[in-house]
């Protein structure tokens, strides 16, 4: 099987959305900083007259994650023998949408924290596990119960597909 494309379409990012990155930055670097593409920063390089050098901005994002990491390894035992319902995310790292599903999932993870169990598996290293469940496409969010799937939610969704979902889920 080939790796899992991304399933949704750029979406334009509003610039008020990446405010969080701003107070990292000098103010000299934020004037120069532009959207470069959809989900990212990129920084305009300016050359200096002694080196003939880019200078160039740098911006990790340190953020904690909620969700915890599965593989096929663990599989068995973290998501088919789960006592509460489970939350899998099906992502690859250079799926400029995952990130986004990435933060509503640790929200989610946080609000239903205690009555629902949350995990990301990439999709790229465990290729396995996402042919057995037919994700043929990134980002996707399968939802188990009793080691069963019940439900899913493909591509990138606003938080209320994932809390509808989630909501059935519980209820059945």
Request: glycine residues 4%.
């Amino acid at each position: 099987m080939a790796s899992p494309f991304c399933a949704t379409s750029c979406y334009p990012v509003a610039p008020s959305s990446l405010s969080c990155l701003l107070p990292l930055l000098s103010s000299h670097s934020r004037s120069q900083m532009q959207l470069n593409h959809p989900f990212g920063l990129s920084s305009r390089l300016k050359w200096t007259s002694e080196a003939r050098k880019p200078r160039s901005h740098r911006v990790f994002c340190l953020r904690d994650t909620k969700a915890a990491v599965v593989t096929g390894k663990s599989w068995e035992k973290l998501i088919l023998g789960s006592d509460v319902p489970v939350l899998v995310e099906f992502y690859a790292s250079w799926c400029g949408p995952c990130g986004m599903v990435h933060r509503v999932i640790d929200e989610i993870a946080t609000e239903y924290s205690g009555r629902l169990k949350c995990f990301v598996l990439d999709a790229d290293n465990d290729l396995k596990v996402a042919e057995n469940y037919d994700v043929k496409a990134v980002p996707v969010v399968l939802l188990f119960k009793n080691g069963e799937k019940c439900d899913s939610v493909i591509g990138t969704m606003p938080k209320e597909f994932y809390v509808a979902a989630i909501e059935r889920v519980l209820a059945s």
